[in-house]
Nanobody, 127 residues
Framework: EVQLVESGGGLVQAGGSLRLSCATSGFDFDDYAMGWFRQAPGKDREGVSCISNDDGHTHYDDSVKGRFTISSDNAKNMVYLQMNNLKPEDTAVYYC????????????????????WGRGTLVTVSS
């Protein structure tokens, strides 16, 4: 059974930091591109940051460049998103995603056809 389980969301003040984690199982982690998407109320789900597990190549949406860092631990089948200098506009439900064949930039372009999703974790940034 494929599982992607996010954790680490919560309430934080603007300027603060959070670290999201995604624990995965049930698929060949090394063969997938992994990503973090988010969906704010009333908006479409968007790709925030993605990583290609085969070569470590990363991709970031312009809105988070310089503030967010994605990483993965292939030995533990984990993906992380370090979020610094959080802004109220970062408030959203954050989802972990896995897809193949894919590379980081392609995965982050669209949420259509993604192989696997987690259930999401809520991040709320107060002003």
């Amino acid at each position: 059974e494929v599982q992607l389980v996010e954790s680490g969301g919560g309430l934080v003040q603007a300027g603060g930091s959070l670290r999201l984690s995604c624990a995965t199982s049930g698929f060949d982690f090394d063969d997938y591109a992994m990503g973090w998407f988010r969906q704010a109320p009333g908006k479409d789900r968007e790709g925030v940051s993605c990583i290609s597990n085969d070569d470590g190549h990363t991709h970031y949406d312009d809105s988070v460049k310089g503030r967010f860092t994605i990483s993965s631990d292939n030995a533990k089948n984990m993906v992380y998103l370090q979020m610094n200098n959080l802004k109220p506009e970062d408030t959203a439900v954050y989802y972990c995603a896995a897809d193949r064949p894919s590379i980081a930039p392609m995965l982050c372009q669209s949420d259509l056809g993604v192989d696997y999703w987690g259930r999401g974790t809520l991040v709320t940034v107060s002003s």
